[in-house]
């Protein structure tokens, strides 16, 4: 039994004579490990192969066996209305979740830094919030595809917005510390130069959580705002009350992203959702469609 095989070099590099090693006198190989799996490294791609060369069998653990059923197959041919939150700091990150999904949608409701960057891509002033211009262009293709689509694609139409100030101290990483000051609601669809956009506001809570409880399926992924900040909280935790809501009322619903969990958590309501994924960026790559090479490797899922 290993610490932690990430201490050795020869596990990221998935080096054949470190798996033969770690799979030295085993017939069986169990991964349980879903959150690992899109990586090919020796302990989850490596070892399994070498096992299954020798006409061992590989499995998937009973937790790696939920993540593929409602990862995958709940949400092949969910029942409809299926209605996807997606939020977070960057459309880099989702874009082709964003893209696989506008297939399968009927809504898709848009929170976090990320919508700064859907704004930008519609012409709108996003002051100084966090935004990526070189993905202004695969932001608009999203927003044309989803028309394309029918698919209803909405976006914040006002936001809790405040003023960034530079504290002049930085912080263990050496970055400067920021401190966020006078929070307010921003009602226009273009925030002030000198303003940072930190939360949805009080008409897309509304909007949204009106929204959800039409939904038979509900996937999750990613906060409305800064939520680890009170003052920026409420959209994350007014999702996450109404994903709970929604699924005690018969809904299946699937909640991904470490924020989206540490969310929930907060509010206590983990156990009012259908399923929490363990995985980060397994599960999103899954969502697109990537081939998982700690999945693939598997015999008998």
Known sequence: MLENVRYYREEEANEPAFAEKLADGASVYVNDAFGAAHRAHASTEGVARVIAQRGGRCG?????????????DELENPARPFVVILGGAKVSEKINVIDRLLEKADTILIGGAMTYT????????VGKSLIEPDRVGVARAALDKAKGRKVQFLLAVDNIVATPVDTGKLNQKGKPVVEWRNPRVNDSLDIPDTEEGMDIGPKTIRTFT???????????????????DKRFAEGTFAVARAVADTTQKGARSIVGGGDSVKALNLTGLSDKVTFVSTGGGASLEFLEGKVLPGVAVLSDK
């Open 210 to 228: 009106e929204i959800i409880p039409r939904a038979k399926t509900i996937l999750w992924n990613g906060p409305m705002g800064v939520f680890e």
């Open 118 to 125: 859907f704004r930008l891509a519609l012409g709108r002033k």
């Open 60 to 72: 998937a653990g009973l937790l790696m066996e939920r993540e593929l059923k409602f990862l995958g």
